[in-house]
C-alpha cells in the first residue's frame, strides 16, 4: 500500500514505494547459479561457482566452506567512466556483502571449500549494493546451497527530514535542508538484520523508523525473489 | 504433466505435528521448512527435498566418471567434481601394475569408471576392482547437475533403459554427474546426448517417462 | 567441471572428420547471433551480444583529453578488455591476463587500421582537445568465441552511441548529457572472424569444449575482401595451402556474418 504524501519524489514515486523490480534467475549458463536483479536503472548480476576447492590451502577452513564475494562495477556503469579494476569502495562493498549473506548459509557441509559469489554492477542509479546482494541471495540459492533463508536488501534514504524507500542518484545528491542520509539494510524474511550502513545525519527515532519501513520493503522484495526462482524452474 | 511443488530455502512446506523432517528440511516449531531450492517429495508424513541443483555429494557405492589428474608412484588422483581429492590407489585396480608403469595403464587425461570404496576425513577412495568399471576408451562425455541423475537413470532405470534402446548406445550415468555414451555411429550418440539434453530440461516434471516415449517417436518420424 | 577431456578430444575429431559437431552444427556454421543496443544507459552506446550461449557487453565512453603527440589533431581510441570470473570458472579476479589483453588488442587493431572511426573529425581544438573513444569489452558468459562476439558488440555500440555534449568554456564534458550526434564512423565495417584449426580441420564459432582443444586460431578483421589485422594465436603450424585456405573461408564467414547482421550495422 502507498502512502499519499506531499513530499515530492524526483521521480514522483511515493514515499514507501520502490522504483519498478525485475529478476531474473539463471542468466549466466556456466554458473553454478546465477540471478539478476534491478531497481530501477540500477541492474546488478550475481553468479556463483562452488563450493569448489580453495586455494590458497591456507585460506580454507577446516570447520566449514568459506564465502568469498566480489563486488564491482562495470567501468560504463556510471556517468563518469570508471576505471577497471577493484578499488578500495567495492573491496568494502564485497566484504560487507559477505556479511550480509553469511548469517543464512549452512557452509558447514563443505570444509575447505569455498562458495565464490560475483557481483557486478552494469548499470548504476544508487542502491547498487542492494541490488548486488538481491541477486546474490537468488544466485545462493539456485546454486543449491542450504541456506536458513534467503536475504533482501534495500537503501532507505532520508532527504533532509523526509524517509523514503529505494534511494535513487538524484535523491542520493539531495541538497536542500540536511540533505541526504543513505541507509542500506538487508533482513531475513523474519526480519533479522544482516547488513546495516548509515551515512548522513539522522535521530535515533527516525532511524527505528527507517528499519520498520525497510521490514516492509524487504518483506516485498522477499516475494518478488521468491517468484523469481520458481519461474526459473520452468524456464529451464 | 502436472509439476511437483517448487520449494524455496527458509520457506515452510507444511504445518503440523506429524510431519517429519527429512532430506533438507528442518523442524522449526510446528512447521517443516525447507533448507534449500528444490522439490517437495513425501512419504508418508516424512517430507523431504530433493536438490534442484548443487554440489555433488559423493557417497560410498557411488559409481563415478572422472579424469586423472595427477600420477603418483601408488596411485592416482581423479577429478570427479568434489572439493575433496578422488584417490584410485595401485592395489585397487584388477591385476599387477609394476610400480613405475602407472602412467601407461592410466595417464593423465584418461577418464575412467569407478566406484567409491570409502569416504573418510583425507578424501573419496576409489577402485575400479568390478565388473563395468575401468578406463574409457571411446565415446562422448556429457556433463549434467548431480541432482538431476536420478531423473536420468529412472525408478529401476526406466529412464535410462529407454534411451539405450532407442539410440542403440551404451550409457553409463555417473552420481557424480558425468556421462558415458557410446554408440556404434556419430549420430546414435548424437541422439543420446540430445535425449539426456531434454530429460534435462523437463527434469520437474510428473510423467517425463512418457514424454520421453512420445519424444522419441516423433524424432524418429524425422 | 572438467576441461574438456582428452576423450572428448579424440571424438571431437573424429566428428569433424565426418564433419559433425557435437551441437549437430557445419564447421563452417556460426550459432546463432543476437544483438541488443543500448543496455546501459550511462554508458554514451553499449551493446550486449550472444552468440549461442556466450555473451559479451560492450560500453563506449567518451572523454575530452589531450592528443597524442603525433596525432595532434585526431581523437583518441583505447580498447579495454575484462574476462570477468563471472564468466567462467576459468577466470580469476585480479588485474587482467593476456587472454583479455590479447582480445582488447585484437579488437582495438581491426577497428583502429581500417579506420572506421574517423578519428580526424573528433577533434575539439587541434593540439589542446581532442575525444577519446574509450571501448570496454566484458564477458558475461563465456562458451566460446569471446573474440567475435566483442568484436560484433564493439561495432554495434560504435554505431548506436552518441557523442556527449561539451561545455566550451568551462572546457569539459557535461557527462550525462548526450548531443543528438553519433561518432563519425565510416561504412567498412571491420568484421573480426577467428579461424580454429582442430586435429586437420578447420571450425568457426567454437564452443567452450571446441576452443580448449584448439590447435591454432587465426584471426582477421576486413571489410569487402580487404583485411585491416590479422593474428595467429597458439601453437600448431599452418601450412601455406592450409593458410590460403583459412583465408577463403574467413572471407565467405565474414560476409555472411555481414549478411545476416547487416541491419544492426547500417
Known amino acids: 500500500m502507498t502512502k499519499k504524501s506531499d513530499f515530492e519524489r524526483p521521480d514522483g514515486r511515493a514515499v514507501n514505494e520502490t522504483r519498478k523490480i525485475t529478476a531474473k534467475v539463471g542468466v549466466i549458463p556456466n554458473a553454478d547459479g546465477s540471478a539478476m536483479f534491478s531497481f530501477g536503472e540500477t541492474i546488478a548480476i550475481a553468479a556463483v561457482y562452488g563450493p569448489r576447492k580453495m586455494h590458497p590451502q591456507h585460506a580454507q577452513d577446516p570447520q566449514k566452506g568459506v564465502l568469498r564475494c566480489e563486488y564491482n562495477m562495470i567501468s560504463f556503469s556510471v556517468n563518469e567512466r570508471i576505471r577497471p579494476g577493484m578499488n578500495r569502495r567495492s573491496t568494502e562493498i564485497s566484504k560487507i556483502t559477505e556479511w550480509a549473506l553469511e548469517p543464512v548459509l549452512m557452509l558447514e557441509k563443505y570444509p575447505t571449500a569455498v562458495v565464490d559469489v560475483f557481483i557486478n554492477i552494469i548499470q548504476a542509479n544508487a542502491s547498487t549494493r542492494c541490488a548486488g546482494i538481491n541477486a546474490a541471495a537468488l544466485a545462493l540459492a539456485q546454486a543449491g546451497i542450504p541456506m536458513k533463508s534467503l536475504v533482501s536488501s534495500v537503501s532507505i534514504g532520508k532527504l533532509d527530514k523526509q524517509l523514503v524507500v529505494d534511494v535513487s542518484k538524484k535523491e542520493e545528491d539531495w541538497e536542500e535542508g540536511e540533505g541526504a542520509t543513505d541507509i542500506p539494510i538487508t533482513m531475513t524474511p523474519d526480519g533479522k538484520i544482516t547488513h546495516i550502513q548509515l551515512d548522513g545525519k539522522i535521530s535515533k527515532e527516525q532511524l527505528k523508523e527507517a528499519v520498520h519501513l525497510a521490514r516492509e520493503a524487504t518483506k516485498k522484495i522477499y516475494e518478488i525473489q521468491k517468484d523469481a526462482l520458481r519461474r526459473s524452474v520452468g524456464e529451464q | 504433466m502436472t509439476e511437483r511443488k517448487v520449494i524455496i530455502p527458509g520457506e515452510v512446506i507444511v504445518h503440523g505435528k506429524d510431519y517429519l523432517p527429512g532430506e533438507w528440511t528442518e523442524k522449526r516449531n510446528d512447521e517443516i521448512v525447507s533448507l534449500i531450492f528444490g522439490v517437495v517429495e513425501e512419504t508418508n508424513k516424512l517430507i523431504r527435498v530433493i536438490p534442484i541443483s548443487g554440489p555433488y555429494q559423493p557417497r560410498r557405492g557411488n559409481v563415478v566418471i572422472g579424469e586423472v589428474v595427477n600420477v603418483l608412484s601408488n596411485g592416482w588422483f581423479i577429478e570427479i567434481g568434489t572439493p575433496e581429492s578422488a584417490f584410485l590407489s595401485l592395489s585397487e585396480v584388477p591385476g599387477y601394475v609394476n610400480k613405475g608403469e602407472l602412467a601407461e595403464v592410466l595417464d593423465t587425461g584418461s577418464m575412467v569408471v569407478a566406484k567409491i570404496a570409502n569416504i573418510n576425513k583425507r578424501g573419496i577412495d576409489l577402485t575400479i576392482r568390478a565388473a563395468g568399471l575401468g578406463q574409457i576408451e571411446d565415446g562422448i562425455i556429457m556433463n549434467v547437475n548431480s541432482n538431476k541423475v536420478p531423473r536420468v537413470i529412472g525408478k529401476e532405470g526406466s529412464m535410462i533403459n529407454l534411451i539405450k534402446e532407442n539410440t542403440k548406445c551404451d550409457i553409463t550415468v555417473g552420481q557424480n554427474g558425468v556421462i558415458w555414451i557410446s554408440g556404434e555411429t556419430t549420430e546414435a550418440e548424437l541422439f543420446a546426448k540430445k535425449a539426456v539434453e531434454f530429460i534435462i530440461e523437463n527434469f520437474f516434471k510428473e510423467g517425463l517417462t512418457e514424454e520421453m516415449e512420445r519424444w522419441f517417436n516423433k524424432e524418429k518420424e524425422e | ?266
Open chain 3, 1 to 266: 567441471m572438467i576441461e574438456t577431456s582428452k576423450l572428448n578430444a579424440e571424438t571431437i575429431k573424429k566428428y569433424l572428420a565426418e564433419g559433425k559437431r557435437f551441437d549437430g552444427r557445419q564447421p563452417d556454421e556460426f550459432r546463432e547471433i543476437s544483438i541488443e543496443t543500448g543496455v546501459s544507459k550511462n554508458a554514451e552506446g553499449s551493446a550486449r551480444v550472444k552468440i549461442g550461449k556466450t555473451e559479451v557487453i560492450v560500453g563506449i565512453k567518451m572523454d575530452a583529453q589531450t592528443p597524442y603527440p603525433d596525432s595532434m589533431d585526431k581523437g583518441n581510441l583505447m580498447v579495454n578488455a575484462e574476462l570477468l570470473p563471472l564468466s567462467s570458472s576459468k577466470f580469476e579476479s585480479g588485474p587482467p591476463k593476456f587472454p583479455s589483453i590479447e582480445l582488447a588488442r585484437i579488437i582495438d587493431r581491426g577497428i583502429r587500421e581500417s579506420k572506421f572511426i574517423q578519428l580526424e573529425k573528433l577533434c575539439i581544438k587541434e593540439g589542446e582537445k581532442v575525444w577519446t573513444v574509450m571501448i570496454d569489452i566484458y564477458s558475461l558468459n563465456d562458451d566460446g568465441n569471446l573474440l567475435d562476439a566483442a568484436g560484433i558488440a564493439a561495432i554495434a555500440a560504435l554505431k548506436t552511441a552518441r557523442i556527449p555534449k561539451y561545455d566550451e568554456e568551462a572546457e569539459r564534458v557535461l557527462f550525462g548529457e548526450l548531443t543528438d550526434k553519433n561518432i563519425p564512423l565510416t561504412k567498412d565495417v571491420p568484421i573480426s572472424i577467428t579461424l580454429h584449426k582442430i586435429g586437420n580441420h578447420f571450425l568457426v564459432d567454437p564452443t567452450a569444449e571446441e576452443e580448449a582443444i584448439s590447435g591454432t586460431r587465426l584471426t582477421i578483421a576486413s571489410s569487402n575482401g580487404v583485411i585491416y589485422s590479422m593474428q595467429k594465436g597458439e601453437l600448431a603450424e599452418l601450412d601455406i595451402e592450409e593458410f590460403n585456405k583459412a583465408l577463403d573461408l574467413i572471407e565467405k564467414t565474414e560476409r555472411e556474418i555481414y549478411k545476416k547482421l547487416e541491419k544492426h550495422f547500417k
